[in-house]
């Protein structure tokens, strides 16, 4: 079976600071792994994901995750974040033996302070 | 091209009742699938459809059920509501589910169950 566990579930860091929300799944076969955003009283948004091939995967607006097969990690980061990437972030996963289906982390709701 | 749409945007039930929630996914996606978003307990995977069946079924009782219809779009229903039922449901859709194969999800705007 697999699972997501994301460390924070919240974090508050300001404007134009680096961030990194944390992200540790578990699963026994080979795993595509999923960043999702979520705005304020609006469904998910996929922001990256990892399906094979290069481990960091990046979004067009800055964000960059990397897939860390060892220590079973896809932690998300951005150098500089701006007050609008105030969301809440989940971490998914699946496998190649569950269909399509995801399973989600618990979620970080970042916040960003001016 | 349209995105994924949900109706209702918001509900309000009162317990015992029954609350239906539709789905109508991107054009030429065949697979649907129901998650439901309760305060406290993240996102859960309720439900799979693709080409009108039933793939697959997360860990919720029986009074959580549903239909995809021949033109792809779904409903859900959830019978003899309890207070817990309250939740933001989310429907996403993609191309055929295969499995070993993964295809991506687009979600909707979700629907807000609210149970008195």
């Known amino acids: 079976a697999q699972s997501v566990t994301q460390l924070d579930s919240q974090v508050p860091v300001f404007e134009e600071a680096p961030v990194e929300l944390r992200c540790n799944y578990s699963?026994?076969?080979?795993?595509?792994l999923f960043w999702y955003v979520q705005y304020p009283n609006q469904g998910l948004q996929l922001l990256l994901k990892y399906l094979s091939g290069s481990t960091l995967v990046k979004s067009i607006n800055g964000f960059e995750a990397e897939f860390n097969k060892s220590q079973t990690s896809f932690h998300l980061r951005k150098p500089s974040v701006h007050i609008s990437d105030t969301a809440e972030y989940f971490c998914a996963v699946s496998d190649s033996n569950a269909g399509n289906m995801l399973t989600f982390g618990g979620g970080t709701r970042l916040m960003v302070k001016p | 091209e349209a995105g994924v749409t949900q109706s209702p945007t918001h509900l309000i039930k009162t317990r015992g009742q029954q609350a239906t929630l539709r789905c109508s996914p991107i054009s030429g996606h065949t697979s649907v699938y129901w998650y439901q978003q309760a305060l406290g307990l993240g996102l859960q995977f309720l439900l799979w459809y693709d080409e009108g069946e039933e793939r697959n079924r997360g860990n919720f009782p029986p009074r959580f059920s549903g239909r995809q219809f021949p033109n792809y779009s779904s409903e859900l229903n959830v019978n003899a509501l309890e207070l817990e039922d309250s939740a933001l449901y989310l429907c996403?859709?993609?191309?055929?589910?295969?499995?070993?194969?993964?295809?991506?999800?687009?979600f909707g705007p979700g629907t807000r169950l609210t149970v008195l």
């Open positions: 699963s026994s076969v080979s795993v595509y």
């Open positions: 996403a859709s993609s191309g055929t589910g295969v499995w070993g194969i993964y295809n991506e999800q687009f």
